[in-house]
């Protein structure tokens, strides 16, 4: 289904690749302006490349939201650009797998300060100007481990699981603006980060399909699929869903 996002400015985090990407992909499609936020100039450059028939509704601010001082710094800029912000994804995020007694203090930091702690400090920078914009819409990327334990993810589990629990809290104090925050919780998906994951086992293939086949649904899922309901819970065709917690995982936390 297409959404009318006309006159809507976004701002994603996480928006050079995979699910983030793909996103900024279907709002550029229907009319908004977008913002991608990400950690590598490079990557951003090459996002922007293959964004580049949508050339004037679309920037990349370099940034590390690992930092509260830099989650202000390119939300400011993201608002300057475009002239307001109505739109939030927050999309960045890492993931390891490792036994508890294998995990580093530092590797544990690193890992709340992308995935929870950016999460916080971009929505926190970005609510006063949505409530200039009279509301607007937050959709914060998750997980199923955000939902149930993983082997061998008690870290990134904890990540997830606050997002999920922070973006419930934060809908019960922004709605009063008019702001709606959601969250989106995948399964496996197929983007660069899986690639990533793919690259440092002995046998990929296997791998894959011992991952897809714990899903009911028989496989992994594509980023325009997890995108898809990213776009919806964001426009106003959702405007009766606020708090929500969206598994998109082809059925695997039913089981």
Known sequence: MNYSFEGKVAVITGGTS??????????LSQGAKVTLIGSQEEKGKMALQELASFEEQVCFIRGDIRKASQCQEVIDKAVALFGGLDIVINSAGIYMEKLIGEVTED?????MNVNIKGTYFICKYALPHLRQRGGGAIV???????????SLCTTYCASKGA???????LSLESIHYGIRANCVCPGDVDTPMLQQQLAGVDNPQEYLRDMSSIYPIGRIGEAHEIANVICFLASDQASFVNGAVWSVDGGLTSC
Not at 18 to 27: A, K, P, V, W
Not at 107 to 111: G, R, S, V, W, Y
């Open 18 to 27: 995979g699910i983030g990407l793909e996103t900024g992909r279907q709002l």
């Open 107 to 111: 590797e544990f930091d690193n890992m």
């Open 140 to 150: 914060n990327l998750s997980s199923d481990a955000g939902i149930n334990g993983n």
């Open 163 to 169: 997002v999920t629990t922070f973006t419930k809290a």
